[in-house]
């Protein structure tokens, strides 16, 4: 996982510090948003293998975050945390394409666990794609 780049968005800076820290630890990239608009700046910056995102934030939510995020990059990997665990909230995250929501504080195991799902995830369709555009380039080849 030394390769693996994580964001996490959160607006409480200590959780975002001591998370980013644990996993640094575990031979982990981590950056860190501050908001809604600070991930959709650095999501156009790096290539993410998973991002966490907070649900609650002053401003631009979790939800809107969510969606804006994915109608930049609708393959980025999402993983929604909150502090304020909500049933609704977790559904409707889901639907809009989160792939995953987990309650704070998560279990360090979990999020590794997750972040592993979602590499291999982006790394699937990352494969799928370039399968996709050597089909296209070998068609129009005639090949």
Request: net charge negative; aromatic share 4%; hydrophobic share 40%.
């Amino acid at each position: 996982m030394a390769e693996t780049k994580v964001l996490l968005v959160d607006d409480e800076v200590e959780f975002t510090e001591t998370l980013s820290e644990r996993l640094k630890s575990r031979g982990l990239n981590v950056d860190s948003a501050k908001s809604g608009e600070d991930a959709l700046k650095k999501i156009s910056e790096v290539s993410y293998d998973a991002i966490f995102l907070d649900l609650a934030m002053p401003g631009m939510d979790g939800i809107e975050t969510l969606k804006k995020l994915l109608s930049k990059n609708p393959d980025l990997q999402v993983i929604l945390l909150t502090g304020h665990a909500s049933i609704d909230k977790s559904v409707e995250a889901v639907k809009l394409g989160a792939k995953d929501f987990l309650e704070k504080p998560a279990n360090i195991d979990k999020l590794l666990e997750k972040i592993k799902k979602a590499e291999s995830e982006r790394m699937l369709i990352v494969e799928k794609r370039s399968q996709d555009e050597i089909q296209k380039i070998l068609k129009s080849k005639g090949w």
